[in-house]
């Protein structure tokens, strides 16, 4: 049944300055094929799409569709051939109407050329039914849940005709049931003759819904294989090419044996971000908080660094009852957070790695607030070769370096602080494999030294690999806690989602 | 690499370099144009001007690299005018005095714009458009719209007599500056302005005091706009409530010219300080060459964008994504 290869991509090769981001992959779909994309962060997977999408030029390498060769100038040429993103970040426009933006840019026109509202309801309400919708195509799409702004999106490809829709992690914010919906919509996609593209790193999904898996490892195309004749571990194993404990180092094992916590955090509430959240942290442990997007992890970082309202509970380090009503207070407290998104929230990209580095430090580099340049120039020196930075890149605009390095920078910036409590935001997201196995290292020496390192990941190999404990949120509380040497994919996922397995 | 050429590369790479010759090429021009431009007369009225306006862009470069603006500054320069004549001529008091309560008038007036940007989470285009509009209003109101006269000598000095050869507010304004670029460069509180106007975010989870730290670039804005209000009215002789009408255009387009961005994070007094020679050499030239003063605006204009877009192409930084 899928003999006909719909899109070909051969030879795709993409360099970014310095960094070979793709060498060579071919990517094959057939018509009504499911085709899953995986790799590790950095492996290539978004470039490719990228270039599928027009939003980015391959340096070399052919793509041809339906038989005949093409080339995708922008993503409007991408959009006529048929060829539809659902990107993870949604693109659509809060404040419009559903019907709005289903059809911005080729709005149904009456016949003196205005917008035709009537008729762009009409077809907007076709659209949603056949997504599963049950809303108002007159809703504005603020009032909507994430799941139901990711099916409009999907209702919006289908409207304008998709042959193939591209899906990047559609799962990762939707419940167990509107991941149903999901796959039903999907088959349906399959009964028509639309190819789907889907990209992500849950193997029970892969292994349900996909019908060929095609695997990329940094910027290469390791295999690609029928689901029916693999297992999920082979394409873990596939896809970071060695065992997970290579990656991640050793366990610690020294958890909960008679230590007093660090932290104690009783009833945490930010609403609407996340309530009643307890727990406990112990020196020189690696406490992974594990979850799907969007069900409070960062925001209860954000909360206990002071960055975040608390609205209830209490928190104490060493015993000590503790509010940290600023980022400056809990840094004081021996807090050090390194947050989700480095470019919006860690780095001061046009500053030099120096000034980037010993920004949290500025007490310890100065004297009657006057800044020795001495103190800067030898502290940070420390950790950038601590880190593993080339000495002679610290001045050097931070903006400039890779992400590997500039995660190095902001690990770098909290470890001149010595911490008590280090919180690691999705350290290695964005970041490369050897870069990733660095970091990994770096942060059990932090624990080793005994720091309690607090890591959130929604990486679930990361999470397994790193974790000496495993706290799983929901829907902001906390519904379940796994040692790290007993927790397994299925175990955690089923808690994160909510469903047994 | 040897040492030395790492410093000429580094003199060649400055950012205020093509800024240096532009300046030094139009100085050239002038003194080939008019045989009245290179007399020490002509400069001292330059030098006099300049230091005035310099004291408003430097305050404007604190509050512009991090991330804010400030267009109260020529309202504040009317207000402080105002009240240094209202304390002097009509209430007879000590003329130090008088000018101490002025500079504590701008400085409130700094404190409410940063109350109103940081707390009330105004953007600072839109709290010192209001103060723009409330400061002057508060000027016209006081005085019934009309000036102040009869100054002291001992009070002109400061504005119209010359220390060690210089014209006093030269003077003032150059010891500002320099102290100005210690702060940016040297001080706890100039690093934080820079990572504020960087990346706010980031300086926040860095614990940096971002709110305090806003509040103090604009009142240093307005204090330095109070300043040379103050040195104003005493080089006139005449405290006037229409006073520093459009100043905050002059001291924002000296700032950009001189590579300030307006999203922050990246500037030098340095370039501030060539930006205002700039602008005023070229009002100067145009007086001297007889062109009509109503022309001059259309220069100063066509000069900010030449030279912003100059900045944009030599000092840009390259970042990835």
Sequence with gaps: ?501 | MNIKSVTAKKIFQTRELPLIVVVAGVIAALTFLSPYFFTSGNFEILARQTGLALLISVGMTFVILTAGIDLSVGSVVALSSVIVGEFIINFHWNPALSVFVSLIGALLVGYINGLFTTYLKLPAFVSTLGMLAIARGLALGVTGGSTIEGFSEGFLYWGQGKFLGLPVPACIALVVAVLSIFVLRKTVFGRQVFFIGSNESAALLSGIPVRKVKIATFMIASFLAGLSGVLETSRLGVSQPSAGNGYELVAIGACVIGGVSLFGGVGSVLGTILGTVLLLLIQDGLILLNISPYWQQVFSGAIIVISVSINLRTGKIKIKN
């Design chain 1, 1 to 501: 049944m899928f003999n006909d290869s719909l899109l070909a991509m051969s030879e795709i090769s993409k360099a970014y300055t310095g960094v070979q981001a793709l060498a060579g992959v071919n990517l094959d779909v057939r018509e009504g094929e499911v085709m899953a994309l995986v790799g590790e962060n950095g492996a290539g997977k978004s470039t490719l799409l990228k270039i599928l999408a027009g939003a980015e030029k391959a340096d070399s390498g052919k793509i041809s569709f339906a038989g005949k060769e093409i080339s995708i100038n922008s993503p409007k040429e991408a959009s006529n051939f048929g060829i539809k993103v659902i990107y993870q970040e949604l693109n659509l426009a809060v404040h419009l109407s559903v019907a709005e933006n289903i059809f911005v840019g080729r709005e149904p026109k009456t016949k003196i050329g205005l917008v035709d509202f009537k008729k762009m309801q009409e077809l907007a309400n076709i659209a949603i039914k056949e997504v599963g919708l049950n809303i108002n195509s007159n809703e504005q799409v603020n009032n909507l849940s994430i799941a139901q702004r990711q099916l409009i999106e999907i209702a919006k490809a289908l409207s304008e005709d998709a042959r193939i829709v591209v899906m990047d992690e559609p799962t990762s914010s939707l419940t167990d049931q509107e991941t149903r919906i999901l796959f039903d919509i999907i088959l349906n996609l399959k009964k028509k003759g639309i190819s789907v593209i889907y990209v992500s790193h849950r193997m029970k999904e892969i292994f349900e819904i996909a019908d060929r898996v095609t695997i990329l490892k940094d910027g290469k195309l390791v295999t690609v294989e029928n689901v029916k004749s693999v297992t999920p571990d082979a394409v873990v194993r596939f896809m970071i090419g060695r065992e997970l404990t290579d990656l991640y180092g050793q366990k610690s094992l020294k958890t909960g044996l008679n230590l007093k916590p660090i932290m104690e955090v009783e009833g945490l509430s930010s609403e609407p971000y996340f309530e009643n959240v307890s727990f406990k942290v112990f020196p020189g442990e690696i406490l992974v908080l594990s979850g799907l997007i969007g069900s409070g992890r960062s925001e209860t970082a954000m909360t206990l660094f002071g960055a975040l309202k608390r609205s209830k509970g209490t928190v104490t380090i060493e015993g000590q009852p503790f509010h940290a009503k600023s980022p400056m207070s809990a840094i004081k407290l021996g807090i050090g957070l390194l947050p989700e998104d480095r470019k919006k929230q860690g780095l001061f990209m046009q500053l030099v790695v120096r000034e980037n580095m010993s920004s949290a430090s500025l007490r310890d580099i100065s004297r009657n607030f006057i800044l020795s340049r001495t103190k800067d120039i030898s502290l940070v020196t420390f950790f950038s070769e601590k880190m593993g930075l080339r000495s002679n890149a610290i001045d050097v605009a931070a903006g400039t370096l890779s992400g590997g390095n500039q995660q190095k920078i902001l690990l770098g910036r909290w470890l001149a602080k010595k911490p008590k409590i280090l919180i690691l935001d999705e350290p290695t997201r964005g970041v490369d494999v050897l870069a990733k196995s660095e970091i990994y290292k770096m942060i059990r020496e932090i624990s080793d030294e005994n720091v309690a390192v607090v890591v959130i990941s929604s990486d679930l190999m990361e999470v397994l690999g790193i974790a000496d404990r495993i706290l799983i949120m929901r829907e902001g509380k906390i519904v379940g806690e796994v040692q790290g040497n007993e927790a397994t994919e299925s175990k955690v996922m089923a808690m994160a989602t909510g469903i047994g397995v």
